[in-house]
């Protein structure tokens, strides 16, 4: 698949894989695109980054490699490691064979067949399709050696291996890393991107994402469902109700044949959009009616 050629051709390849793409959005995807540059999404949980780097492998029918990042995260996880295990059973074969020949020995060892790829080096490999994208999904819960080490991949799209010499990418691939700003990543890393914060979406495209996700939902209740949510978001809670908790809330709703919110309802299935008992508490009973109240006010026609 060819490279899209407008922002508008970004949107619709994106629109195509169900996902509701902003212009704005739809710009920073484009030129990361036409200047081969590294995308850096931030935002918080639940408003469509990894999802992001899924739609656009799929709608450019490009591999997706994920590096998911966590704490403690090293290069031997991240580009590659040696078979160990495969190795020592080498070893012992040749030994029980008799007349190790110990250089050929080590070469053997250190050959393609005893390394295990992570997705860093994975990414650098040429790929049936085209470059891959490479989804380096949550960095902010790495630490600041291994994003010092990312920047030096990312600058030059190759990685070493000692013993086998430097693999780079034949071309670089689409690169798309996010953060949910659980701390702040380093300026030199966001320097080498394009960035660009995701927001929650507004209501309008908040809807446009439930058709997209949630097509079986009623016009009446998606609408109910959005206005509560958006609503939810200005109260002051520890974890804010994501658009991937607006669709799981949907689909809940729909499985218990729920037509139109109700405080009861909102009472039984919270849980689908809030996680946290703190903010369960605060929200059950009358907060919970009086934001469905001001919910609906929203919706009446002015
Ligand atoms: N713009 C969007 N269009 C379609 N679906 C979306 C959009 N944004 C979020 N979603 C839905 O929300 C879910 C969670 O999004 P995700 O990408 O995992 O969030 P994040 O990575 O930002 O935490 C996705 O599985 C997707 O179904
Ligand atoms: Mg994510």
Known sequence: MTQPQTIEGVQGLLSDQGYVCGRDLGTVVFLSLRLGRPLFLEGEAGVGK???????SAALGRRLIRLQCYEGLDSASAVYE???????????????????????????????????????????RPQAGGAPVLLIDELDRTDEPFEA????????????????????????????????RTREVHDALKRRCLYHWVDYPTFDREIEI?????????????????????????EDLFKKPGVAETIDW??????????????????????AILKY??????????????????????????
């Open 82 to 124: 040696w078979n160990f295990a495969e190795q020592m059973i080498a070893i012992r074969t040749a030994e029980a064979a008799g007349g190790v020949d110990r250089g050929h020995l080590k070469d053997e060892l250190f050959s393609d067949e005893y390394l295990i790829e992570r997705p860093l080096l994975q990414a650098m």
């Open 210 to 234: 439930l058709q997209a996700r949630a097509p079986e939902a009623a016009d009446s209740l998606s609408r109910e469902v959005v206005a509560f949510v958006q609503r939810l978001r200005t």
């Open 277 to 302: 008992q703190d903010d369960i508490q605060q929200i059950q009973g009358s907060e919970a009616k009086r934001i469905l109240d001001e919910a609906k006010a929203s919706l009446e026609p002015a």
């Open 149 to 180: 080490f990312l920047l030096e991949a990312l600058s030059d799209f190759q990685v070493t291996i000692p013993e086998l010499g430097t693999v780079k990418a034949p071309e670089p691939p689409i690169v798309i890393v996010t953060s949910n």
């Open 250 to 271: 949907a689909k809940c709703l729909l499985a218990l044949d729920v037509i139109s919110l109700s405080p009861e309802v909102i009472a039984d299935t919270l849980g």
């Open 50 to 56: 990894t999802e992001i780097a899924k739609a656009l």
